[in-house]
């Protein structure tokens, strides 16, 4: 349904993302995971034609078979809501403050369902209430500052549930609420791709919540993808190395988090941060900050190494039959 | 509940007494104002004529009443003009960017480059001085302005996350400006107007003063001072009236902009 190979996106001479290779069908629930500037959001951004306008495409991104690469602004507005849809970071800043959340919802029926505004009405009520917003009558003549975070979300989930799309981008859904309502979203999420057999998109730094709401999983790295696979077998047994460092450098507040004598230990963290995208090496974009880095890992690419069902990673380790 | 700006409520204040006025005036003055009374003229303030008559022995308070709402209607038609054509120019120039955005705000520059009581002239010289002129004449120094204003502000809003998510619910850009930058700028773009509500009237005064504007025997406030110029040492008075008046109504519209702002822009308030 939706197919990216080997799609880049370039900045002048920079590459944000480096030859991504991705199928999502109907009822996929993928992963995405990665530091900041790992290109998480670009990617999401892509899948909407929304990445910005000095971005250049190369490569190809199909969806329904028809290559979006090189597709126009106006093409892809029609593709958006109908069969891709996105869910963004900030509940309320992805709200128009002046506007009804009830006309906010309805906007895209009007537009691309044709919708006369009492059926629209009539869907973003049922809307709403399979998001789980109580009260919906209301709730749809409020305006934004009248709701809580974790009701503004589901406003936007249904914004873009609007059309019924066969995939649904959340872009870290979860990062502004407070832990208890991004359970919540998280589940929610879930329960809506399971539902609708909607593909869903999950991108997050929160390995939990990804374990919690996917079945499969990309690792990413500085625009490269560096790890694919099941989502509980990468995070069980990760392979890349980066993949391990992000497992490493999870809070622990439980017992495990201490020392003998019951102090905290650090937080375990993977040394320096991501690179800018002019400095970053030829080969593997990890080199430079790997803990288990070969001499030719800088100069040289690693393939994506295919492993036991659907299992990919891309480093030299692997190669060189090193497990450690 | 918070305290009003003074230069808010000031505004507010003469901006009223003016509008009332000018509202009045629509159904009541005291005289006809182009009544003339030879046998009366220069007569001081009475019960019956409040500020006294003029050379021709017209009453004056009837006149500025008159004056007033010409001023009025002029600065309203300029403004309401020039301003849709501005924002639409400028909304047009922000959502599609590129080389539409750089001719638009190019012509607004050389809108600013030509001065406007020039551009009256102009219009005068061609097609002869009539208040219309003068309404077109301040209507096209309004659009670049506002175009400027438009544009600035909705280049700030075409960022925010709830236009991105609208265009990844499929609307156009059009659609986005009319339903989420214009909703989101009319703060910026009211203030603006009212600024340019003062600056019109000065226009029209301007243009009337120089014969440019309002015609006998429309009652204008220039023309009423040209007319009083050159009785200055006869009747001082017959100038200082409607110079008052364009001073309060000035004044008035200036200081209520200023309070507009300060109200819808919270950092100005903060940095008091």
């Known amino acids: ?324 | 509940m918070k305290r009003l700006p003074a230069n808010f409520l000031l505004g507010a204040l003469l901006v009223s007494l003016v509008v009332g006025v000018a509202a009045l005036s629509l159904v009541w003055t005291p005289h006809d104002p182009q009544a003339m009374s030879i046998s009366t003229k220069f007569a001081p303030p009475s019960t019956e004529h409040w500020l006294g008559t003029d050379q021709l022995g017209r009453d004056v308070v009837a006149q500025l009443m008159a004056a007033a709402r010409n001023s009025m209607t002029v600065a309203l038609v300029a403004v309401l003009l020039g301003g849709s054509i501005g924002v639409g120019l400028g909304l047009l120039a922000s959502a599609l960017g590129g080389w539409v955005e750089d001719a638009v705000m190019r012509l607004a520059d050389l809108g600013f480059a030509f001065p406007a009581l020039l551009f009256a002239i102009m219009l005068a010289a061609v097609f002869g001085p009539s208040l219309t002129n003068a309404v077109l004449a301040i209507s096209f120094i309004n659009i670049p302005i506002f175009a400027r204003v438009t544009r600035a502000s909705a280049n700030q809003i075409w960022t925010r996350d709830y236009v991105a998510a609208a265009r990844a619910a499929g609307r156009g850009r059009f659609a986005i400006s009319r339903d989420h930058i214009l909703p989101n700028i009319a703060a910026a773009v009211i203030v603006q107007a009212t600024i340019e509500f003062a600056v019109a009237i000065l226009a029209e005064a301007a243009l009337s003063y120089l014969g440019l504007g309002a015609q006998p025997p429309a009652s204008s406030w220039g023309r009423m001072l040209s007319e009083a110029q050159t009785l200055m040492y006869l009747a001082p008075q017959l100038a200082i009236y409607p110079g008052l008046c364009i001073v309060v109504a000035v004044l008035g519209f200036g200081l209520l902009g200023d309070g507009l702002r300060d109200i819808t822009d919270p950092r100005l308030v903060r940095a008091r």
């Not at chain 1, 944000?16 to 109907?26: G, K, M, P, Q």
């Not at chain 1, 789980?132 to 989930?157: K, T």
């Open chain 1, 1 to 324: 349904m939706i197919e990216l190979s080997n799609l880049s996106i370039h900045f002048g001479t920079a590459v944000a993302l480096r030859d991504a290779n991705l199928v999502i069908e109907r009822g996929d629930r993928l992963g995405v995971v990665g530091e900041s500037g790992s290109g998480k959001t670009l990617l999401a951004l892509c899948l909407m034609g929304m990445a910005p306008e000095s971005a250049r495409m190369t490569g190809q991104l199909r969806i329904d078979g028809q290559d979006m690469a090189t597709a126009s602004e106006r093409d892809w507005q029609r593709l958006r809501s109908r069969r891709v849809a996105m869910v963004f970071q900030e509940p309320m800043a992805a709200l128009n403050p002046l506007r009804r959340v009830g006309d906010t919802v309805m906007e895209p029926m009007v537009l691309h369902d044709g919708l006369t505004r009492s059926a629209a009405r009539a869907r973003a009520l049922s809307l709403f209430e399979e998001v789980g917003i109580p009260d919906p009558d209301r709730r749809l003549r409020q305006f934004p500052h009248e709701m809580s975070g974790g009701q503004r979300q589901r406003v936007l989930i249904a914004l873009a549930l609007a059309c019924n799309p066969m995939l649904l981008i959340a872009d870290e859904p979860t990062t502004a609420l407070d832990a208890n309502v991004a359970l919540r979203i998280t589940d929610l999420l879930q329960r809506l791709a399971r539902e609708r057999q909607m593909a869903l998109v999950f991108i997050s730094h929160d390995l939990a919540a990804v374990a919690r709401a996917t079945e499969d999983i990309v690792v990413m790295y500085a625009g490269d993808m560096v790890e694919q696979g099941r989502t509980a077998e990468v995070l069980g047994t990760p392979a890349h190395p980066y993949t391990k460092g992000l497992l490493g450098a999870r809070p622990d507040p439980g017992v495990a988090g201490r020392d003998a004598q019951g102090k905290r230990r650090r937080l375990p963290t993977i040394p320096g941060a991501v690179p800018p995208l002019q400095g970053l090496p030829q080969g593997c974009r990890f080199a430079g900050r790997c803990p288990v880095e070969l001499p030719h890992c800088a100069a040289q690419r690693p393939a994506f190494v295919q492993s036991d069902a659907g299992r990919a990673a891309a480093c030299h380790l692997l190669t060189e039959g090193r497990h450690d």
